[in-house]
Each structure stands twice: as C-alpha cells, then as structure tokens.
T-cell receptor, first 113, second 115 residues
C-alpha cells in the first residue's frame, strides 16, 4: 500500500535554517492531510493539518503547503530548533466516514547545532 | 492538556494466548481508533469505533481481533490467539468529531511482543 509516500527517510538541517519535509500521495480522493511528529517511545503528536480546499496553512513556525495537481504536500519548519529533531509522519484521509488515517513511512529530521 | 493513555506500555505474551490492550481516550471524544506499527514499517489503520460499533476495519482486523468500550472511559483491543506476526506497537487514538480541524490524538502505544 503506497498511497502515501515520504521518499526521504532522513533529513539533516542546521539549527536556525528551514526544514522542508515532503510527502506524495496517489489517491486523489484524499481531502484531509495531517503532519504528526513522533519522539522515541511516544505516540504520534499532531502538528498541523490542511484541507483540500486550501493550498497553505500556517501555525507559528510550521507551514503546510498542498499542491493538489501534483498530489504533493510539504511541511516547512522555520526556524528549525533542536527540539524539532524527531520522526515526522505525513497522513491523509477522506473527510467523510470514519476518517481512517493512511500514513507515510516517516522522515527522521535531525537538527544540528 | 488532556491525553490518550494506554496500558500496559509493554506486553509480552506466548503465541496462542489472548491479549487485551487498554486505552482511555480523551474524555469528551466520541470516535476511537486502533493502529499498529510493525518494527520498521508504516503505521497501519486497524479499526475505527463510534456509537458502540465498528465503523470501519482494515484487512488486518480479522476474526482474531475485537474491540470493546466496556464502560464510559475504556476502549480495548483484544487479540484472541496471538501469532508471532502480531508483534508490533499498538496505538490508540481518539477524536471529538470527524471533519476538518478534528485531528486524531494518539496515546504512547503498547509494545506487544509475542514469543
């Protein structure tokens, strides 16, 4: 099941710079997209979401961009901080029904001092 | 901030035994979910539960699996006869409603190890 893909297993960014995490999806029916952050031995923590009627959503240092024609979304973190080091999961769902989440494989982000 | 709690954090069980994983969702939430993550693989949806019944389940959620909300606070996942391939992290999640701006909130998971 490759409906949601995060092609970069890892990303290393200098503190203070911008981190850009990418996610692609294949199911054009998806209309709700979310980013979760996960520390070791903890569950995924919700970060930010976007509906398919928008192309950008911003919350503090986090911005999610959605390009429906390319079936691509990205998460921008600026400025990156050491506490941002974690695994980031992209997830997608249909807004109707049970809204089961379909997850990508995750990208491990490391912020270097 | 309210959170989803899961117990135990780690469960070790012999193959063929029954296991019950427990979750206490956020108190005013109405939709409940179980997901699992096998080591090195994606987080996968198992089942969703609303109004005391299953609303959707995946292919993984076969007859060996069941869910229950035995009281007003707990939400359980039972595996009747565990198999080696059931070894995984199991995450419970809940949300107040469905729709935009209703993200699912996850517990810290139960690591299930089948010997």
């Amino acid at each position: 099941d490759q409906q949601v893909k995060q092609n970069s297993p890892s990303l290393s960014v200098q503190e203070g710079r911008i981190s850009i995490l990418n996610c692609d999806y294949t199911n054009s029916m998806f209309d709700y997209f979310l980013w979760y952050k996960k520390y070791p031995a903890e569950g995924p923590t919700f970060l930010i979401s976007i509906s398919s009627i928008k192309d950008k959503n911003e919350d503090g240092r986090f911005t999610v961009f959605l390009n429906k024609s390319a079936k691509h979304l990205s998460l921008h973190i600026v400025p990156s901080q050491p506490g941002d080091s974690a695994v980031y999961f992209c997830a997608a769902s249909l807004i109707q029904g049970a809204q089961k989440l379909v997850f990508g494989q995750g990208t491990r982000l490391t912020i270097n001092p | 901030e309210p959170e989803v709690t899961q117990t135990p954090s780690h469960q070790v069980t012999q193959m063929g035994q029954e296991v019950i994983l427990r979750c206490v969702p956020i108190s005013n939430h109405l939709y409940f979910y179980w997901y699992r993550q096998i080591l090195g693989q994606k987080v996968e949806f198992l089942v969703s539960f609303y109004n005391n019944e299953i609303s959707e389940k995946s292919e993984i959620f076969d007859d060996q699996f069941s869910v229950e909300r035995p009281d007003g606070s707990n939400f359980t996942l039972k595996i009747r006869s565990t198999k080696l391939e059931d070894s995984a992290m199991y995450f419970c999640a809940s949300t107040y409603g469905t729709g935009w701006n209703q993200p699912q909130h996850f517990g810290d998971g139960t690591r299930l190890s089948i010997l």
